[in-house]
Nanobody, 122 residues
Framework: QVELVETGGGLVQAGGSARLSCAASGRSATMTHLAWFSQAPGKERQFLAMIDWSGSRIEYADFVKGRFTISRDKDKNTVYLQMSSLKPEDSGIYYC???????????????WGQGTQVTVSS
């Protein structure tokens, strides 16, 4: 079992930056791959970025490459999403996901956090 708690959302101006954090806890937290997703109102949840348990493998969705950076602090069991050049269309609820299979993480995490709201004003 893995529990995930996201923090760091809020109101950001367009062109600005924000950093989200996701703290993982539980028996399997240290060996779990982690990912970030977002969901805009009326739209499906979409994959943004993922990182394996060691921090050595990272993948991004094409539309965030160059703007978002995922990183992981293994000592704190925390994954971060540094977002820059934010656009109003980046607004939505940002979720942290965790899973055992890196290859399937972007389509189906085993665990989800409760989400944190990010609103980008124009």
């Amino acid at each position: 079992q893995v529990e995930l708690v996201e923090t760091g959302g809020g109101l950001v101006q367009a062109g600005g930056s924000a950093r989200l954090s996701c703290a993982a806890s539980g028996r399997s937290a240290t060996m779990t791959h982690l990912a970030w997703f977002s969901q805009a109102p009326g739209k499906e949840r979409q994959f943004l970025a993922m990182i394996d348990w060691s921090g050595s493998r990272i993948e991004y969705a094409d539309f965030v490459k160059g703007r978002f950076t995922i990183s992981r602090d293994k000592d704190k069991n925390t994954v971060y999403l540094q977002m820059s050049s934010l656009k109003p269309e980046d607004s939505g609820i940002y979720y942290c996901g965790a899973g055992k299979l890196f290859s399937q993480l972007r389509v189906g995490p085993n665990y989800w956090g409760q989400g944190t709201q990010v609103t980008v004003s124009s």
